[in-house]
């Protein structure tokens, strides 16, 4: 900040006024939490296991692009149209992390680069799909046309675009916590992650370990995605995320991949990423300050865990 | 004037006090023994006097030299001899290395110690004998006044060791003094002149080597007598074997068998005698399920396929004992309980619905802590921060607490100390006469002969030879191991 000219205090007060200054502003502060807390759990999971999720990005957007594709044709009621678009977003970035998670399996490819590239992948599939074969009427450029009214998630406060995405994202956080920390699946993949040669020689049979928890990593994307969608922009954009695929991998790891942390981690990054903008207009730092802040910690967090696991192989 | 003296020296790790006020000289022409159990600060001792660590207190004099040879190679395994030899301090012609006077160094210190290696082999296609060798010829390259061995014989065949200290007393005949660290009893016993007994950081006991006996430095080391191991008792002969191996073909990264037969009857210990890297892992990874195989691996009367991978083993009543009990066996950051059903947690008695039942967890966890004496007694104590040797207690628990039908022990006492290591074979011998058919995997022939009721000789991926335990014959054995036919 001192770089772009500003006083730090002027532009920390900024920001912090612009996330949670008044109603409107927390609620729209714990709207980028929530698209950013579902990508997160996906990869806290995934890295828990020792596998390094860098797709989430393109597993959100599959989706996303599942679920806006389907839901602009689909009229049902709510009751039913909510629960079926929000599932077809996570088979959509299911089958994306799998996808990955079967190259691990099948050719010992290694993740990180799958993943990745998948990213690309995903774009391009995306691009084409709603310019070409599944282009519907209201479609233009970048996005499908408008969801039914009725497939909107409700809000949870009236006139912001908080959803019951947040009170889903939390309580899958709470889930994940148990899962990983109670149940024989989640001991399992603990194993795979911390010692997968012991846990090979007791018995767990590491391929397809990896292969389900990439599928569900991605399926919790996936979900993310669906929730941005049907919640927050009600039709699908290319552009609808700004990248919570990957700052989700930083708030993973500020989380130390534990749900409950990572939940925390996430509302400190959706303050960021809301108050960037209310720091932009007040204080006149440029919300690209933010965006090299969260990339420096994505930068120092992910290096530090790449070497602490190439150490300990 | 000693060649090196240390002086009241204190190293410590965080809470931990490795080495707690030890003074220690050495002169040239001597060969001194240090011994101890694991954890007893050998080797934080010897680091010190090498300069790769700093004392927190005392003082290091040196007055030459000092050369350290490490328990693990410090090799670069794709570089050539003269290469490795020489690293660091290669010979120059302007600014290009001079091969020619690199190689001519290799040779002649090759012919100044008896120590003969082919300058321009790779090391990674050398034997282990020859890599250590190639470590022992780079210490000596630079002169040392002070030579510090450390474990040097731990991967050595009978023959190589012999050979490997020919060269060391030749060395302190020219006046180098001398440090060999070790657990091996009977090499202080041979080579040294005096030996210092370290234990929980301190040297307890200084002998000189011909007016002391091995029973007398075990005495020593462990602070107390060692209990004697449980008596093996006489079993009627079973007519099916547990395991019937026939043509056994593998490999893995480190080693491979080619044609392996083997029968082991319940009730019995087989032992494979061998040096490290003729097979012995991708025998045990073959048996385990976790490697492609050829050959048949019977398990009682069934036909286990290669497909069955290690799940399908365990559930048939064979368990494992590996060999890298911190990276295939445990969950170094896991608490003793969760460790302690690692493999079982899929099992009825541990589990509620989905979840892991974790006062049952618990209860288990207590009888292997009680059974094996584990120290601390502490079932939510963090696995990496207990000793070797009770980690291995859990090791060794875990896989006898089912009754099993077959156990494979692969280096079931590596690196863990006497008192644990005693402990550890009297449950081996204890489950064999129960009838538990064990098939016992270590390169220690002192383990063999003092476990084993048959032994095999692995050499080079097949078997080199079989003797009863009434006709055990270590020459005979050494020999094979090293390749004799």
């Known amino acids: ?313 | 004037m000693a060649a090196i003296a240390l002086r009241g020296i204190v190293k410590r790790f965080g809470d931990l006090v490795a080495v707690d006020g030890v003074d220690l000289e050495l002169e040239g022409g001597l060969i001194v023994g240090l011994i101890g159990e694991n954890g007893a600060g050998k080797s934080t001792l010897a680091n010190i006097a090498f300069g790769a660590l700093a004392p927190d207190e005392g003082t290091v004099e040196r007055n030459g030299v000092v050369g350290l040879v490490h328990q693990h190679f410090q090799l670069v395994e794709r570089l050539s001899v003269w290469e490795n030899v020489l690293l660091g301090r290669e010979p120059r012609k302007g600014w290009r290395l001079d091969v020619a006077a690199a190689r001519a160094r290799v040779r002649e210190l090759g012919e100044r110690y008896g120590l003969h290696v082919d300058p321009d082999a790779i090391v990674e296609t050398l034997p282990i004998g020859l890599k250590q060798r190639v470590e022992l010829l780079r210490e000596l390259e630079r002169e040392p006044a002070i030579l510090l061995l450390d474990e040097p014989t731990a991967v050595l065949a009978p023959g190589e060791i012999e050979s490997f200290f020919t060269t060391i007393v030749t060395l302190a005949k020219r006046g180098v003094a001398i440090l060999v660290v070790t657990h091996k009893l009977a090499e202080v016993i041979a080579y040294t002149s005096r030996v210092n007994v370290m234990r929980a950081g301190k040297i307890v006991a200084r002998y000189v080597t011909a007016q002391t006996t091995t029973a007398e430095l075990a005495r020593a080391m462990v602070g107390g007598e060692i209990p004697p191991l449980t008596q093996r008792t006489v079993l009627p002969r079973q007519v099916l074997p547990v395991v019937h191996v026939q043509g056994l073909q593998a490999n893995t990264e480190s080693d491979s068998i080619d044609g392996v037969d083997l029968v082991v009857q319940a009730g019995e210990i087989l032992g494979i005698a061998g040096v490290e890297g003729n097979g012995q892992t991708a025998l045990a990874d073959a048996l385990a399920g976790l490697v492609p195989y050829e050959g048949t691996i019977r398990f009682r009367d069934e036909d286990l396929g290669p497909a069955l991978g290690p799940r399908g083993r365990i559930v048939r009543g064979m368990q494992i004992i590996p060999q890298d009990r911190q990276h295939e066996a445990l969950v170094l950051d896991w608490t003793v309980t969760e460790n302690a059903i690692l493999g079982r947690e899929r099992n009825r008695e541990f589990r509620r619905g989905p979840q892991i039942d974790r006062a049952a967890a618990r209860a288990f966890a207590q009888t292997i802590v009680e059974r094996f004496d584990v120290r601390p007694p502490r079932v939510d104590a963090r696995v990496r921060d207990l000793s070797g040797g009770n980690q291995q207690k859990i090791v060794v628990g875990r896989v006898l607490a089912g009754e099993p039908t077959f156990v494979l022990a692969y280096q079931p006492t590596r690196g863990i100390d006497v008192g644990a290591a005693a402990l550890v074979q009297s449950r081996l011998i204890e489950a064999r006469n129960a009838g538990t058919a064990i098939l016992l995997i270590s390169f220690g022939l002192d383990e063999i002969f003092a476990l084993a009721d048959r032994v095999v000789v692995l050499y080079r991926g097949k078997i080199a030879g079989e003797f009863g335990r009434d006709a055990f014959d270590r020459a005979r054995i050494g020999a094979l191991m090293a390749g004799a036919s």
């Open chain 1, 1 to 313: 900040m001192l770089v772009a000219g500003v006083n730090p205090v002027d532009g920390f007060s900024a920001l912090l006024i612009g996330a949670l200054g008044n109603v409107p502003e927390t609620a729209e502060t714990l709207v980028q939490t929530t698209s950013l807390l579902f990508p997160a759990l996906g990869i806290a999971l995934a890295f828990r296991a020792g596998l390094f999720n860098i797709g989430a990005e393109g597993q959100l957007l599959i989706g996303g692009l599942l679920a806006g594709v389907i839901g602009e044709r689909f009229i049902a009621p709510g009751f039913i149209a909510i629960p079926l678009l929000l599932l077809a977003g996570a088979v959509g970035g299911g089958v994306w992390g799998a996808l990955a998670g079967w190259l691990r399996s099948r050719f010992s490819a290694n993740e990180v680069i799958a993943t990745l590239m998948l990213n690309y992948v995903a774009i391009q599939v995306a691009a084409y799909a709603i310019t070409g074969p599944l282009k519907s009427a209201a479609g233009e450029g970048n996005e499908t046309g408008e969801l039914p009214a009725s497939s909107w998630l409700p809000t949870i406060l009236p006139d912001t675009r908080l959803t019951i995405a947040l009170v889903l994202a939390v309580a899958l956080a709470l889930f994940l916590r148990w899962m990983l920390r109670s149940t024989v699946a989640g001991y399992q993949l603990r194993a795979v992650g911390d010692a997968p040669r012991a846990a090979q020689r007791a018995g767990i049979d590491l391929a397809k370990m990896r292969f389900w928890t990439m599928t569900f990593s991605g399926a919790i994307a996936g979900f993310g995605g669906a929730t941005i969608v049907l919640g927050v922009l009600h039709r699908f954009n290319l552009a609808l995320s700004p990248g919570y695929g990957f700052i989700g991998i930083a708030v993973a790891l500020v989380g130390e991949l534990d749900p409950i942390w990572v939940t925390v981690a996430a509302f400190v990054f959706g303050i960021l990423q809301n108050g960037a903008i209310g720091m932009q207009a007040a204080a006149d730092v440029p919300r690209d300050v933010v965006t090299a802040i969260e990339g420096l910690i994505i930068l120092v967090l992910a290096g530090r865990r790449i070497i602490t696991r190439s150490g300990a192989d």
